[in-house]
Every structure is written in structure tokens, then in C-alpha cells.
């Protein structure tokens, strides 16, 4: 068995990578819903997709939508599988 995968298992990151990995066809997540879904501050999420996105979980993207800056996430491949791998261990946990 494995151990927990340290960039995931802090709560907030954890909340995110579920939010990314449950989202239909894994679309990208805008940070307005990110943020309601996670009840997270603006600077603390901003901090984590950060970490995230250093660490190749995730990829951000920065446009402009109606003349607003906009910035969406989505789960990468190698966020995928960390994420699955993370899901399995704690479901060792648990029996």
C-alpha cells in the first residue's frame, strides 16, 4: 500500500482536485465556481490551484470573457492519476 499523496491530502487541494476530477468530460472549472464549491477566499484558492498547477495536477488558463478577466481550471492526466491513486489509498484506509 501506498502512502498518501502529500500535494492532494491538504483538505482544500483535496476539494479541488475532487471538483476537477467529478466535472463531466473534466471540463474546466471557472474560479468563480471553484470558489463556491471549495467556500474558499480568493487568495487561498488562488494559492493552492498555484501549488496545484506547480505541480502538473493541473493546468490554468487566463483569458478574457465578456470583457472580464477570467481564469478556469482543468484536471491534467498526470492529476488523474494522482488523484485516483489518492482516492485508492484512503479507501485502504478504510477497508
Avoid at 54 to 63: C, H, L, T
Wanted: aromatic share 6%; charged share 20%; glycine share 8%.
Amino acid at each position: 500500500m501506498s502512502g498518501p499523496d502529500e500535494i492532494i491530502h491538504q483538505s482544500l487541494r483535496l476539494k479541488i482536485m475532487a471538483a476537477l476530477r467529478n466535472e463531466p468530460g473534466e471540463s474546466p472549472l471557472e474560479f468563480t465556481r471553484l470558489k463556491a464549491i471549495t467556500s474558499a477566499s480568493d487568495g487561498n484558492l488562488g494559492r493552492q490551484l498555484s501549488t496545484l498547477a506547480e505541480a502538473g495536477y493541473i493546468a490554468i488558463a487566463k483569458d478574457f470573457h465578456q470583457n472580464r478577466p477570467r481564469t478556469r481550471a482543468h484536471i491534467t492526466s498526470k492529476g488523474a492519476a494522482a488523484f485516483d491513486a489518492h482516492v485508492a489509498y484512503l479507501k485502504s484506509l478504510i477497508g
